[in-house]
Every structure is written in structure tokens, then in C-alpha cells.
């Protein structure tokens, strides 16, 4: 199966020429025309999701709820998509990352901004339920961004098929120093997949497994621009495994 992550960039942002409604049509296509069984999206607002919902309806179902206690056109989801024809969805649980992982709006003492949260789903196909947990770290605090993952990790324990999927705002060696080996990553080797509309390049995208999980190829992250619109400000990037 071919498990993606990708932040689509917040659509409210005003990037000029590649904001939201000049992309919106390039990210669709290249979601559908990738065959991806899992897609885990980033900085999803409400009107996005429902316009997924509509535009990807016919290959996948998406699970995703708002990071804020009250309803916000400004929200961000970590959306999951999977392939209806694939998986059986069987559990959905959303969280926040805070000493109150249930209590709606809640963050860490150390975070100054957004509350963080997390998308978990159990997905059922011919080789078992994979755990697939979709995230979004914070942007501001390192403190926040390792305990928000730790807490994930914490839930997701060591048992059965597991995906952590997302943008972790973070360079890779303090990544998998919060990981602690508990999972693989299977995005290694990957120079960069932030690219700040051409100015910037690092790699804060990722994807980790359990040991459960057999990589069947490299992780692949393809600059995707047309013309001079980027497809976001961070390229998609996807692996193939079971």
C-alpha cells in the first residue's frame, strides 16, 4: 500500500499566487492521480475538508476534527483519507497533545499559540488494522513538539501495525532522538520536503512504523510545481509497504 503525508498549507493564508484557490485544483489531482491508500493532510481548514470530501468521495473516506473548542473558519485539521476499497474503518479517536488529551482546546503550559492535536484511526484490509495516527507538531515550542509526540507514541504503544504520520516542524535528529527508536522512519534519506514556495528547503515531514510494517520502497518527495504554482509550500511525500 502507498501511505502519504501532506501538508496542504493553511487555505485562508494569502500566499499571492499560490495561495489556496490557484492550488486547489493541482492538490486534488495529484492526491487522486497518486492511488495513495492513506493520505494523512495537514492545516486542512473547515471549507477544505468539506470541499475534500466532495472532490475525494469517490475513492476515499476522510476523518478529521478541529484543533479549537468552538467551530472556526480559521481551524486546522490533520485529515486521514483512505481508500474505501482498501480499508474497513474500524475505531476513530481524536485527541489533543496536553496533560488533557480529551479536554477540546487544550495545549501544554509551554505553548504560547495553537493547541495541537492528533487524528487516529484503525484501518482494517487483508494484512490486519493498521494504527494510523496523523499529526501536526507545534511551530513555536520544541518542549511542546516533544511532548506532544511522546504522548502519541504513549497511546500508540507497541503492538500491531503502526503509522505516525505528519509534519513535525522539527530537523530530523531531534525527531528521532524524541522517537527513541520505538519506530522506523520511513522518510529516511529524503533531503528536504519543506520548501517555503522555492525559499526555503528542510526535511520536517515524516512518516515512522512499527516494526510491523514492512517498507517495500524508498520514500519519494517530488518537487511538484506547475508553471510557477507550487502544489504547497511543502511537497507530498508517500512509501510504499504492508
Known amino acids: 500500500m502507498k501511505i502519504m503525508t501532506f501538508n496542504l498549507r493553511n487555505a485562508i493564508a494569502d500566499d499571492g499566487h ?3 484557490r490557484f492550488r486547489r485544483d493541482f492538490a486534488v489531482d ?3 492521480a497518486s492511488n495513495a491508500d492513506i493520505i494523512c493532510m495537514q492545516e486542512v481548514v473547515p471549507a477544505v475538508k468539506d470541499d475534500l470530501a466532495v472532490a ?4 476515499y473516506g476522510i476523518i478529521g476534527e478541529g484543533r479549537m ?3 472556526r473558519d480559521d481551524d486546522e485539521i490533520n485529515l486521514v483519507a483512505y481508500k474505501k476499497s482498501e480499508f474497513t474503518l474500524s475505531g476513530k479517536e481524536h485527541f489533543w497533545l496536553s496533560e488533557t488529551p ?4 487544550s495545549r501544554y503550559p509551554t505553548q504560547l499559540y495553537w493547541p ?6 484503525s484501518l482494517k484490509n487483508k494484512n490486519g488494522v493498521y ?3 496523523a499529526t501536526h507538531l507545534d511551530n513555536a515550542d520544541p518542549i511542546a513538539r516533544e511532548r506532544g509526540l511522546g504522548l502519541i507514541l504513549q497511546k500508540a504503544g507497541t503492538a500491531g ?3 505516525v504520520c505528519g509534519d513535525m516542524n522539527d530537523e530530523p535528529q531531534n525527531v528521532h532522538k524524541w522517537v527513541e527508536g520505538k519506530l522506523a522512519d520511513l522518510t529516511e534519506g529524503l533531503e528536504y520536503t519543506y520548501n517555503g514556495y522555492g525559499k526555503e528547503r528542510s526535511k520536517i515531514d515524516f512518516i515512522f512504523a512499527s516494526r510491523d510494517v514492512k517498507k517495500l520502497s524508498d520514500c519519494v518527495c517530488v518537487p511538484e510545481i506547475r508553471g510557477d504554482i507550487y502544489i504547497s509550500d511543502h511537497f507530498p511525500l508517500f512509501v510504499e509497504a504492508e
Do not use: D, F
Not at 56 to 59: A, Q
Not at 102 to 105: H, N, S
Open 131 to 133: 494504527e494510523v495516527y
Open 102 to 105: 480529551q479536554v477540546p482546546g
Open 116 to 121: 495541537r492535536t492528533c487524528t487516529h484511526v
Open 69 to 71: 473548542a468552538e467551530k
Open 161 to 163: 501495525k503502526i503509522l
Open 18 to 20: 499560490n495561495s489556496w
Open 30 to 32: 495529484y492526491m487522486l
Open 56 to 59: 475525494l468521495s469517490n475513492v
